[in-house]
């Protein structure tokens, strides 16, 4: 007899749609992995150049959302994904961060006459379609996403509820709106670049210079002239050549092989010499050139002018590739684990360089964990402290200011004794993008019910035109007095866009579009001024 076959085609049984969503309902962990998975596939779809990258995670929350309201990842699991995320933020932006806080008043300025606006708008939006003070509250906070001021609004109010209306029809309109605003910022720098952005990381280069006659001068003195932006990686002498210290004196007929930012060449040259028609680092008969990861804990935190290079090994370190940048290896640099220094260095000695340097892939996969566990245990305990108002009321940082503030600082200090706070930067990568998605899922899957209940009833149309407007005059706001008057280049302004908006929704996909950490110093520096200033606002309006 034979045997009977299978036709999975007719017999394989389909569930009915109904049983998918009691399924998703009931396991909310296959949820959460389902709305991820439908995030990534949306985020991955590029129109005309442009994809939503990890914010797909928040539309598809919203869509499934929107299909039934049951199917909402709890609070819980975006709570985490917000603390991962603003965290590793503030770590990667700390050193920036600080470096350019008084260099930035003026953006700081132009923020909060940007919400003031905002407010104005708001108020009269709510003249417009005769909205309560309760309601212009929670639009102003829903159109910004800021839960502290809908929580001051509400005090403001003693526990009324009408903020909340305005504010959960708003929310979704506020996160898309500025999005949408944050791509357009995002195209406008691919075609129309500011060469004028002044945090743009320089473009090095490397020569070779012949000195001219009657030049007596020592390097240290030449990288004085030049605040320490300048390297010198080798030295040839009556045919020799070697990896001269910064107190060697140069002298006419040498070599040097100087790397500087490109801008800054022709005047390193003129002061030396003319530029050699050959390149020092083509001959490696006794020098050599590697790059050598830091995966060596004890190396963090600390300047390279302190690693001793060049009094442990005769080498020097020329650029440090730290992502996918390249940065000139100056004496002052702070090593982060991950880092790659290109060293030049005797051909002998380059094993015991790559030895005390780590040079480990494996290394780099691990965090310390004590310094990153207690560094987000430090920032979700300062954002339960109650920070007082002038009126009777009060505001915390929260989730998502708690850990950006002691991130920042943790990432400025970068080691405190044994604890290591920096992670390694992939790691740092890695931790970032899996919490941006936990939170952008969970914030898409409470709000799709919200955001069609809104669009089937005329009030709810009415809050949704309202937010548009608030959303549209703010951002047009911001955006032509960045470009037009701060001379902000376009990772910078889409940054502060999101730091204007406290909306990590919006720094997530900024993030995906321009890969790279100006994004999150320009969120980093707006954030805490943007926060404070919405939540007065928020209570002026309920008040006024």
């Known amino acids: 007899a034979q045997r009977p076959t299978l036709n999975v085609g007719r017999c394989a049984p389909v ?30 779809v590029r129109v005309k150049g442009i994809s939503l990258g990890p914010a797909g995670a928040l539309f598809a929350g919203l869509g499934l959302s929107a299909i039934d309201d049951r199917l909402a990842i709890p609070d819980l699991v ?7 995320f603003t965290y590793t933020i503030g770590l990667s932006s700390g050193p920036a961060f600080f470096a350019s806080l008084r260099s930035q008043a003026r953006t700081i300025a132009a923020v909060v006459t940007a919400l003031v606006l905002a407010a104005l708008t708001t108020r009269l939006v709510a003249s417009l379609f005769s909205f309560g003070t309760g309601v212009t509250a929670g639009l102003f906070a829903g159109s910004l996403t800021n839960t502290p001021a809908l929580a001051a609004a509400r005090e403001a109010l003693n526990g009324s509820n009408d903020p909340v209306v305005g504010y959960s029809v ?45 030049l007596h001068i020592s390097l240290s003195e030449i990288a004085e002239r030049f605040a320490g932006q300048v390297v010198f990686a080798r030295l040839e002498r009556d045919g020799t050549q070697a990896v001269p210290s910064p107190d060697f004196v ?10 500087a930012p490109r801008a800054s060449l022709p005047d390193v040259q003129a002061m030396l010499g003319e530029q050699a028609p050959t390149q020092l680092s083509n001959d490696r008969t006794r020098l050599d050139m590697r790059r050598i990861v830091v995966s060596d804990r004890r190396l963090t935190g600390r300047r390279l002018v302190d690693l001793g290079l060049h009094e442990r090994f005769g080498a020097v370190a020329t650029r440090v ?16 684990p991950g880092d790659r220094l290109r060293i030049v260095a005797p051909r002998d000695r380059i094993s015991e360089i790559t030895s005390y340097l780590g040079d480990s892939e494996r290394r780099l996969a691990e965090i310390d964990a004590l310094g990153f566990m207690l560094g987000i245990a430090l920032g979700l305990a300062l954002g339960l402290i109650p920070v007082p108002l002038f009126s009777s009321g009060h505001f915390a940082l929260g989730t998502a200011g708690g850990p950006l503030i002691v991130g920042l600082v943790v990432g400025r200090l970068e080691r405190s004794g044994p604890i290591v706070w920096q992670p390694p930067y992939g790691a740092n990568l890695a931790l970032r993008q899996f919490g941006t998605l936990l939170f952008l899922g969970t914030v898409g899957s409470r709000s799709g019910a919200a955001l069609v209940d809104a669009m089937s009833s005329p009030r709810g149309a009415k809050l949704v035109v309202g937010a548009l407007l608030v959303v549209t005059v703010t951002a047009v706001f911001t955006v032509v007095v960045g470009r037009a008057f701060l001379g902000l280049g376009a990772a910078r302004l889409a940054g502060t866009l999101a730091g204007l908006e406290t909306q990590p929704a919006v720094l997530a996909f900024v993030n995906e579009q321009t890969a790279d950490d100006r994004v999150g110093t320009a969120y980093a520096l707006v954030f805490p001024v943007a926060m404070l200033t919405k939540i007065v606002l928020a209570q002026v309006l309920a008040l006024w």
């Open 15 to 44: 569930l009915p749609f109904a049983t998918v969503i009691s399924i998703l309902v009931d396991h909310p962990i296959l949820l959460i992995f389902v709305v991820l998975g439908l995030g990534a596939a949306l985020g991955a």
């Open 170 to 214: 708003a929310y979704p309109v506020g996160v898309i709106g500025m999005i949408l605003a944050a791509a357009v910022v995002a195209r406008m720098g691919r075609r129309h670049p500011n060469t004028d952005d002044r945090s743009a990381p320089a473009d090095l280069s490397t020569i070779t210079i012949l000195v001219r006659p009657g």
């Open 321 to 336: 590739r730290r992502g996918d940048v390249d940065l000139l290896a100056h004496d002052d640099f702070t090593v982060l």
């Open 78 to 84: 975006g709570t985490l994904g917000l603390a991962l």
């Open 250 to 259: 140069v002298q006419e007929g040498d070599l040097v092989s100087v790397t």
